[in-house]
T-cell receptor
Framework: EDQVTQSPEALRLQEGESSSLNCSYTVSGLRGLFWYRQDPGKGPEFLFTLYSAGEEKEKERLKATLTKKESFLHITAPKPEDSATYLCAVQAVGGGATNKLIFGTGTLLAVQP | NAGVMQNPRHLVRRRGQEARLRCSPMKGHSHVYWYRQLPEEGLKFMVY????????ESGMPKERFSAEFPKEGPSILRIQQVVRGDSAAYFCASSAGMNTEAFFGQGTRLTVV
């Protein structure tokens, strides 16, 4: 069964303290891995898509990397406004024409000033 | 360029009533997805539609739930005879194609009393 596991469940950082969030996945075949940010009471906001092992993408203080079994979201010198829940999702190859995303339960990040 | 629009943002229904949730995709997007987010749980796929067609409904409960995406107008997720367990946030997403990123709306928060 296709599955996504995120760790840690929650992470508290001081402003400027860099860290990484982990997303481990098990899929029959990976079509794409997606990172989203979700603020309380809002919908997920798209951040990155990664398609193949070794791929990296960056946006401001965030950098996403991908291996054959997991992805990392690195946060460099975070600011309080980076506080949110970060969601990882995979799209699996096969299963017909479905485009569905399989989500992990997220990492709740709190950055304190 | 308006994003994915969902309405209403909040919906309260008594047990046994019907709930209708609406979603207008981003301009130029013809693929629509519905997800449900229960308290303390991750986003769960419900259904994937293209104009006038249901492509994948593997995540839809067998009874009381239905979805459509007509040729004209928004996509509708309908829940008949709602029960307390249907209380959740329902998110709609849209994409331009099969292998492109999905963008989410702000969600409809359904409360069944």
């Amino acid at each position: 069964e296709d599955q996504v596991t995120q760790s840690p469940e929650a992470l508290r950082l001081q402003e400027g303290e860099s860290s990484s969030l982990n997303c481990s996945y098990t899929v029959s075949g990976l079509r794409g891995l997606f990172w989203y940010r979700q603020d309380p009471g809002k919908g997920p906001e798209f951040l990155f898509t990664l398609y193949s092992a070794g791929e990296e993408k960056e946006k401001e203080r965030l950098k996403a990397t991908l291996t054959k079994k997991e992805s990392f979201l690195h946060i460099t010198a975070p600011k309080p406004e980076d506080s949110a829940t970060y969601l990882c999702a995979v799209q699996a190859v096969g299963g017909g024409a479905t485009n569905k995303l399989i989500f992990g339960t997220g990492t709740l990040l709190a950055v304190q000033p | 360029n308006a994003g994915v629009m969902q309405n209403p943002r909040h919906l309260v229904r008594r047990r046994g009533q019907e709930a209708r949730l609406r979603c207008s995709p981003m301009k130029g997007h013809s693929h629509v997805y519905w997800y449900r987010q229960l308290p303390e749980e991750g986003l769960k796929f419900m259904v994937y539609l293209q104009k006038e067609n249901i492509i994948d409904e593997s995540g839809m409960p067998k009874e009381r739930f239905s979805a459509e995406f007509p040729k004209e107008g928004p996509s509708i997720l309908r829940i008949q005879q709602v029960v307390r367990g249907d209380s959740a946030a329902y998110f709609c997403a849209s994409s331009a194609g099969m292998n492109t990123e999905a963008f989410f709306g702000q969600g409809t928060r359904l409360t069944v009393v």
